[in-house]
């Protein structure tokens, strides 16, 4: 069992910036992914970014504006959120799965392990 530890979340106003951080309990390889959903009040849970096998893949709502990075020996994701906007408020989950496949990363129930969530606020 992998727990995921997330930091950093936090109130912000729009077009600042917040760094979010996740630490694994347990190595996930680097096959595997290990990336960040976020669910918005009455809103299905969305899909933000993922790495996996060293390459990174995002939302169209956050790119250009978002940047995950993966440390494999600390066994941490980190996502730079900059540009925030209002609509980028929600909870961010950290997740993780050893097995996934390529053809799933933007799936939520594809993923084996979630962090309990930090929130992001980002006023108007």
């Known amino acids: 069992q992998v727990q995921l530890v997330e930091s950093g979340g936090g109130l912000v106003t729009a077009g600042g910036s917040l760094r979010l951080s996740c630490t694994a309990s347990?190595?996930?390889?680097?096959?595997?992914?290990m990336g960040w959903f976020r669910q918005a009040p009455g809103k299905e849970r969305e899909f933000v970014a993922v790495?996996?096998?060293?390459?990174?893949y995002y939302a169209d709502s956050v790119k250009g504006r978002f940047d995950i990075s993966r440390d494999n020996i600390k066994n941490t994701i980190t996502l730079q959120m900059n540009s925030l906007k209002p609509d980028d408020t929600a909870v961010y989950y950290c997740?993780?799965?050893?097995?996934?496949?390529?053809?799933?990363?933007?799936?939520?129930?594809?993923?084996?392990?979630w962090g309990h969530g930090t929130q992001v606020t980002v006023s108007s």
């Open positions: 347990a190595r996930t390889p680097s096959t595997g992914a």
């Open positions: 790495n996996r096998m060293g390459r990174t």
């Open positions: 997740v993780a799965d050893a097995r996934i496949i390529h053809s799933d990363l933007r799936r939520a129930e594809a993923y084996d392990y």
